[in-house]
């Protein structure tokens, strides 16, 4: 096993990498291409070697980020580790690049530049596809629980509400009744009041009515009430007075945020008590959860379930970003979401 592993390796080592390089001189002169660079471009030596890099082609490689960056890396101050370069080239289209350098030192005065160019096109278009699918993975659900929220509480627990007033109405005339009926009836008016409960409950887990109704805030406070009630962790929650109503997708994500990092607090932290906050100001909106627990552990945060991975899929569909801070005085969970419409997902459902 071990010697086909390094037998592959070895095999991949000598296996060229499909990368442009260029050899640039101190004023970003071409001085050497290689030829996957010249098959990458459909370009020629000719229009390449001796050329300024901001001069090839019709001047796509006139990337004032780029060109400031390789002047300090050819002034030997700085070097490129990677940055990310879209441009358009008439004949091959949009190109999404990773450029990497390196100073070749010289005898003499001057220093050489090695760029090296990777195509990243068709790696980041995947990337998007992915995100887009996820993005509409994630609508999909949602709605689905919303539809079956609607539809628990609009069919099912009406029914149970009819059924419990119906028993309530022969209740009235159980002495009636032998005690063996009585008995029975008394139960299934219990049975009644508990599927109804269970019912609503479901379909408040589900979704919210309140979430569409009377906003995040309201949510968020419903929901920590009755967390409260199941675990016995006591939850303060304090949002900004001035938060309003904010888009459908912003307040499902912080909720079912909220929603995740609570239900961690309660199998995970051993924290008595937990922090929800919201704040908002012109540009975003912050969101905050803490606990003051154990930890997370780097080992438990590395083999992550499906939570946290899916609460960063949710917050990054809307251009936003999700820290976890933890030691072994509590975790705190921070998420900032522009406000604005930004969307990483790129697509619509
Ligand atoms: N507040 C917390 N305090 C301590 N440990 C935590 C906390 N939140 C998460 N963890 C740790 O991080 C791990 C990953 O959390 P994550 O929510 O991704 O998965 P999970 O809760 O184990 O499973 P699920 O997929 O059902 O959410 C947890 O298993 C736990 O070890
Ligand atoms: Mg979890």
């Known amino acids: 096993m071990s010697s086909r592993r390094s037998a592959s390796g070895s095999v991949r080592s000598r296996t060229p990498k499909r990368e442009g390089l260029l050899v640039l001189d101190e004023q970003l002169r071409v001085k050497r291409a290689n030829r996957f660079f010249y098959e990458m471009?459909?370009?020629?030596?000719?229009?390449?070697?001796?050329?300024?890099?901001?001069?090839?082609?019709?001047?796509?490689?006139?990337?004032?980020?780029?060109?400031?960056?390789?002047?300090?890396?050819?002034?030997?101050?700085?070097?490129?580790?990677?940055?990310?370069?879209?441009?358009?080239?008439?004949?091959?289209?949009?190109?999404?690049?990773?450029?990497?350098?390196?100073?070749?030192?010289?005898?003499?005065?001057?220093?050489?530049?090695?760029?090296?160019?990777?195509?990243?096109?068709?790696?980041?278009?995947?990337?998007?596809?992915?995100q887009e699918l996820s993005g509409r993975l994630l609508r999909l659900r949602d709605e689905e629980q919303r539809r079956i929220a609607r539809e628990l509480h609009d069919t099912t627990a009406q029914n149970l509400s009819a059924l419990g007033m119906n028993l309530a109405l022969v209740q009235r005339e159980s002495e009636r009744l032998g005690p063996e009926a009585r008995a029975a009836l008394s139960e299934c008016v219990a049975i009644g009041d508990q599927c109804s409960r269970e019912v609503r409950d479901v379909a408040a887990l589900l979704h919210p009515p309140l979430l569409d109704e009377i906003g995040l805030a309201s949510a968020l406070r419903w929901y920590a009430d009755s967390f409260s009630r199941r675990t016995g962790i006591s939850v303060s929650v304090n949002v900004s007075p001035d938060l309003g109503r904010l888009g459908q997708d912003i307040e499902t994500t912080l909720y079912r945020v909220a929603q995740e990092c609570l239900t961690n607090i309660q199998r995970h932290s051993g924290s008595p008590t937990a922090e929800v906050r919201v704040e908002r100001d012109e540009q975003e909106i912050?969101?905050?959860?803490?606990?003051?627990?154990?930890?997370?552990?780097?080992?438990?945060?590395?083999?992550?379930?499906?939570?946290?991975?899916?609460?960063?899929?949710?917050?990054?569909?809307?251009?936003?970003?999700?820290?976890?801070?933890?030691?072994?005085?509590?975790?705190r969970v921070i998420v900032s979401l522009p406000l604005g419409g930004a969307s990483a997902g790129g697509g619509g459902a």
């Open 41 to 130: 471009f459909l370009v020629s030596p000719a229009e390449t070697e001796g050329r300024l890099i901001h001069q090839l082609g019709d001047g796509q490689w006139n990337i004032p980020n780029l060109i400031d960056q390789l002047k300090d890396v050819a002034a030997g101050n700085a070097r490129l580790d990677g940055l990310e370069v879209d441009a358009d080239f008439p004949a091959i289209g949009r190109k999404t690049m990773m450029v990497t350098t390196r100073v070749l030192d010289q005898e003499g005065p001057l220093n050489m530049v090695l760029l090296v160019i990777s195509d990243m096109t068709k790696r980041k278009a995947a990337e998007r596809a992915v």
């Open 286 to 331: 912050r969101a905050e959860l803490r606990d003051e627990g154990r930890g997370i552990s780097s080992d438990a945060l590395a083999r992550h379930g499906v939570g946290i991975p899916g609460m960063r899929e949710r917050v990054r569909q809307l251009g936003g970003r999700l820290d976890i801070r933890s030691d072994s005085h509590g975790t």
